[in-house]
């Protein structure tokens, strides 16, 4: 795999999205989604990774992770649960190539109101694509886990959450949680949004700012732009679609700056 190039801004909110070479389905089956997860399973045991939601859909991941402080968390992370992903998968089926395109990338969200709408809308992916009506009856994502916490094979660290989503207790934080699918679901906002899948930063004005100011050389050229519910950090509108020729893919890999990685 190549290598990417690299940044990193600590104490940072993440969302990685990494996805399928070539947009192949190669995570379809139960097994497979399943391995990715046990796999993500691992790296928090092995690395300490702080995860906060995640989704398995078939040609793709969504992960939301909070960064502490250690450089090396993440990308050796995503190291080891796409590589392990992929060469079971590869050996499994008598595979030979790449398993994931070479880059994933990382969107920077503030913490408050955007952490919660990035929460709701990876659980939401499955919805979004007609295969579920609710995230629920999606095994492979966060939801059920943060609504009925698990004992053993834990993923979400449930205090962190609580804790960034400034709630007093966890029960409290099931329940809004609840309440802010819902609300999704029943008030039509469940809709693709490409702001978390090619932006560089999510958040307010200052945040955005301050997230450019921390990448110096590398955000050259990105602007702040204004959307309806903040601001975010990318080039302007005008370079996509007309260069890219995608139609409302879920994620994309133009358009980012990305941790070192070497699978």
């Known amino acids: 795999m190549a290598r990417a190039k690299r940044h990193y801004i600590p104490g940072q909110i993440w969302h990685i999205t990494h996805r399928c070479h070539k947009r192949e389905f190669l995570l379809k089956f139960a097994k497979d989604s399943g391995r990715w997860l046990q796999w993500l399973y691992e790296a928090r045991k092995r690395y300490g990774l702080t995860i906060l939601n995640y989704t398995v859909t078939s040609n793709h991941i969504h992960l939301l992770v909070a960064d502490d402080g250690e450089r090396d968390v993440i990308p050796k992370s995503i190291q080891l649960v796409a590589g392990r992903t992929g060469q079971e998968y590869n050996q499994s089926k008598k595979r030979r190539g790449a398993f994931w395109e070479d880059r994933y990338h990382a969107t920077a969200v503030e913490n408050g109101d ?17 295969v579920v009506d609710h995230p629920s009856q999606w095994p492979y994502c966060g939801y059920n886990e943060i609504q009925k916490p698990k004992k053993k094979n834990v993923l979400i660290h449930y205090e962190k959450l609580r804790e960034l989503l400034s709630l007093e207790s966890y029960d409290q934080l099931k329940l809004h949680y609840k309440g802010w699918v819902e609300e999704y679901l029943n008030n039509g906002y469940n809709r693709y949004d490409d702001k978390w899948t090619k932006s560089i930063a999510v958040g307010s004005k200052s945040f955005v700012e301050r997230v450019k100011s921390m990448l110096g050389i590398l955000a050259k050229g990105r602007k702040t732009m204004e959307t309806k519910e903040g601001y975010q950090l990318r ?25 070192d990685i070497n699978l």
């Open 235 to 259: 080039e302007p509108s005008a370079s996509y679609g007309s260069h890219l020729n995608v139609k409302n893919v879920d994620i994309g890999a133009d358009n980012t700056y990305y941790w």
């Open 114 to 130: 955007h952490l919660f709408r990035c929460l709701v809308y990876i659980d939401l992916n499955m919805v979004r694509s007609g």
